[in-house]
């Protein structure tokens, strides 16, 4: 059989959250449990995401490669795990999409050759967050509040349109 031309994405918390996954997704566990503190388990449910954990060889990788552009210290662990990830299912032979709209994981992916896609599409000036609010009187809820404290009601999230800041490079 050939799998070359098998699609892989791996996938970012923001990508979890928008909901825009299509094909067969790959992430790391601390982006599940991001996921899981932030969100509760309200769009969990909804997404079929595989969890994997780079090998240390390819994390090795991704920090050599961050250093020698510069990325290295805007990156957080997790940011690194997730090219590490991506370069491990190209040496599998996968073609290897990142969903992210993390600039500086787009900037190192794209500097060393891997593709990445936004979550929010570019040249758009808003951009949609989740939030948590009451299904009863509709107020916004803190994220790790299930019962609102006012009415008693159930959370539930919804997508709300933000103002985007434009960044600066
Ligand atoms: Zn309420």
């Given at each position: 059989m050939n799998n070359k031309t098998d699609k892989v994405f791996i996938v970012d918390a923001g990508a979890i959250f928008f909901r825009k996954i299509h094909g067969q997704c790959i992430t790391v566990p601390e982006v599940i449990n991001e996921v899981?503190?932030?969100?509760?388990?309200?769009?969990?449910?909804?997404?079929?995401?595989?969890?994997?954990?780079?090998?240390?060889?390819?994390?090795?990788?991704?920090?050599?490669?961050?250093?020698?552009?510069?990325?290295?210290?805007?990156?957080?662990?997790?940011?690194?795990?997730?090219?590490?990830?991506?370069?491990?299912?190209?040496?599998?032979?996968?073609?290897?999409?990142?969903?992210?709209?993390?600039?500086?994981?787009?900037?190192?992916?794209?500097?060393?050759?891997?593709?990445?896609?936004?979550?929010?599409?570019?040249?758009?000036?808003?951009?949609?967050?989740?939030?948590?609010?009451c299904k009863g009187c509709g107020r916004p809820l803190n994220n790790k509040t299930n019962i609102c404290p006012v009415c008693g009601s159930e959370a539930v999230i919804r997508r709300v349109r933000v103002e985007k800041n434009r960044r600066s490079n």
């Open positions: 899981k503190d932030d969100n509760s388990k309200l769009y969990f449910s909804v997404v079929d995401v595989k969890v994997k954990e780079p090998s240390k060889e390819n994390v090795e990788l991704v920090k050599k490669m961050a250093k020698s552009t510069g990325d290295i210290h805007k990156l957080s662990d997790t940011d690194i795990k997730l090219i590490a990830l991506a370069i491990e299912e190209l040496k599998n032979g996968k073609d290897v999409t990142i969903l992210t709209d993390d600039y500086s994981i787009q900037n190192l992916s794209k500097n060393i050759g891997i593709k990445v896609e936004s979550v929010v599409k570019r040249g758009i000036v808003e951009t949609f967050r989740w939030i948590k609010i």
